[in-house]
Structures are given as C-alpha cells and as structure tokens.
C-alpha cells in the first residue's frame, strides 16, 4: 500500500519537508477533487447523514445507517462505530434492536431553525436589504411553505468563481444591496456546532458584517467556549452575536435600521 502511494507523487500528491524531521508532509495536488466540502467536519457531514436516514425511514438498525454512512464515505473518510452509536443516540431511542426517531422532539427544532430563517428574512427586508437564503435550508418549510419562497434570490450566480460560490451559498442567510454586494451574513445556530458557521461565513471579507443568532438558553454553552482558534476566528471574521429574545423584538417594529441592532449585538 505505501509503494502504491509513492507512485502517486507527483500525480494525486505533493510533499513538502517536515523541516528536518522524519517524514514529509503529505497533501493532495488538487484537494477540490478529494474533498467535497472542505469547510464542513466529517463529523458534521456524518451527523447530517444519520439524520437524513432517521427522518426517511424512522426506525433502522445500526447495520442500516452504517451501510449508507460506509458507502457515501469510503476508505479513509469512514467514521469509527462508536462515533456513529454517539449521534444516533441523540436523534434516536434504541427499542428492540432498531433505532426510532426523537421524531417530534428533533422536528421542532428543524421547525425552529425554519422560523428564525424566516424571521431573519423579514428584519432583513425592514433594512432594506436584499435576502438570499442558503441553499440547503430553502427545501425547508416553515408556515406549509418552502423557505425559498421568502428569498430575494436563488443563487449567487454573480460570484464568478464556482468553488467560492458553492460554499458561500451553504451560508444560512445574506443580507445584500441593490448592487449585490454582501452586507451580512447570518448563521442560525439552533442545536449545531458553533464552529461550522465560522467556517462557512470565513469565505467572505473580514469587512462583511457577521451574526451568530442561537437560542437564549445556549448563552452558557456558547460563552464557556475556550478554543483559541475559534476566539481569534470568531473575532477576525467580524463575528458579533445575538439571542432569538432579541430577533423577536426586532422583527415586532415597523421601521428597523442597523442603529437598532447594535444595542443587541455582542461580541466575544
């Protein structure tokens, strides 16, 4: 195995030196052929996956959800077991050896995520802005309506590159003028990792505005956060946060500038 990675220096890999120490560092030449979503966590990726399964079939086994885990992340990508046993547990119940789905306790927060989104579209529009809703939430429905029915726009077609574009439109919601320029950029984080958002929204500008918008009882959660990196990221990227208390204050006025948003925006 190791001579036929060899062979493929020069081909699929690169190597560096390792500033004299054993060994080189290793990495793929194009890594866009390799890596599909280079700013999500395998382990995001995985959790999306295992939700994906319990919501289209209710009750699996564990053999069933690893199957299509194994499959859609192969070789050096597959998750260990025990990894997947942890999420299943928090979306699922294990009754007579299959997995039922937390149906109405996750269903409500998915219906939550939608409502912010929707909220957000609405105090967006207040501003004056243009609103692009992330592609992976515009199939949601909030009020029996798809939330692509509340977007400006569908696409981000005027970003000219493909790659910069396809992760910048993964980004939960946008704020922009009439001139497409991105003004905001917004991450509803309900129940997910705080850390993902950071990576999606690090494809725009430092200049660009950034909210993190979560749920009043996450406040300890997010505010015991000690990950150096994420601190310095979160402060780089122009990051500020708010609670969904305020959001609901701020879409109940008839006229919202961004005067009125900055009271309620916090910073780390």
Same mark, same amino acid.
């Given at each position: 195995?190791?001579?036929?990675?060899?062979?493929?220096?020069?081909?699929?890999?690169?190597?560096?030196?390792?500033?004299? !120490?054993? #060994?080189?560092?290793?990495?793929?030449? %194009?890594? =866009?052929?390799?890596?599909? &979503?280079?700013? /999500?966590? +395998?382990?995001?990726?995985?959790?999306?996956?295992?939700?994906?399964?319990?919501?289209?079939?209710?009750?699996?086994?564990?053999?069933?959800?690893?199957?299509?885990?194994?499959?859609?992340?192969?070789?050096?990508?597959?998750?260990?077991?025990?990894?997947?046993?942890?999420?299943?547990?928090?979306?699922?119940?294990?009754?007579?050896?299959?997995?039922?789905?937390?149906?109405?306790?996750?269903?409500?927060?998915?219906?939550?995520?939608?409502?912010?989104?929707?909220?957000?579209?609405?105090?967006?529009? !207040?501003? #004056?802005?243009?609103?692009?809703?992330? %592609?992976? =939430?515009?199939?949601?429905? &909030?009020?029996? /309506?798809? +939330?692509?029915?509340?977007?400006?726009?569908?696409?981000?077609?005027?970003?000219?590159?493909?790659?910069?574009?396809?992760?910048i439109?993964?980004?939960?919601?946008?704020?922009?003028?009439?001139?497409?320029?991105?003004?905001?950029?917004?991450?509803?984080?309900?129940?997910?990792?705080?850390?993902?958002?950071?990576?999606?929204?690090?494809?725009?500008?430092?200049?660009?505005?950034?909210?993190?918008?979560?749920?009043?009882?996450?406040?300890?959660?997010?505010?015991?956060?000690?990950?150096?990196?994420?601190?310095?990221?979160?402060?780089?990227?122009?990051?500020?946060?708010?609670?969904?208390?305020?959001?609901?204050?701020?879409?109940?006025l008839t006229?919202?500038?961004?005067?009125?948003?900055?009271?309620?925006?916090?910073?780390?």
């Amino acid at each position: 195995m190791k001579v036929y990675y060899q062979k493929k220096i020069g081909i699929i890999f690169t190597t560096s030196d390792n500033e004299g !120490k054993a #060994g080189n560092y290793w990495w793929f030449i %194009k890594p =866009e052929d390799y890596i599909k &979503y280079p700013d /999500k966590l +395998l382990t995001n990726r995985v959790e999306e996956t295992i939700i994906s399964v319990l919501r289209r079939k209710v009750a699996v086994t564990l053999d069933e959800v690893l199957a299509e885990i194994f499959i859609k992340y192969p070789n050096g990508l597959t998750p260990d077991i025990k990894s997947v046993d942890q999420i299943l547990q928090k979306y699922a119940n294990k009754s007579g050896g299959k997995w039922i789905y937390k149906r109405g306790e996750i269903e409500r927060e998915f219906t939550k995520h939608s409502e912010m989104i929707y909220f957000l579209s609405i105090i967006g529009k !207040k501003l #004056g802005y243009r609103v692009f809703i992330g %592609k992976r =939430e515009q199939s949601e429905l &909030y009020n029996f /309506k798809a +939330l692509s029915s509340y977007t400006d726009l569908l696409n981000l077609d005027f970003i000219s590159e493909p790659e910069k574009r396809a992760r910048i439109e993964m980004i939960d919601m946008l704020w922009l003028d009439k001139d497409n320029n991105i003004s905001y950029a917004l991450e509803v984080e309900n129940s997910t990792n705080f850390t993902s958002g950071i990576q999606r929204a690090s494809n725009l500008d430092t200049g660009t505005k950034k909210l993190m918008i979560m749920p009043d009882e996450r406040a300890n959660e997010f505010k015991s956060i000690r990950d150096p990196l994420f601190i310095d990221n979160f402060r780089h990227y122009n990051w500020g946060y708010l609670f969904y208390s305020e959001i609901d204050r701020l879409k109940s006025l008839t006229e919202i500038s961004d005067n009125d948003i900055k009271p309620h925006l916090k910073n780390i």
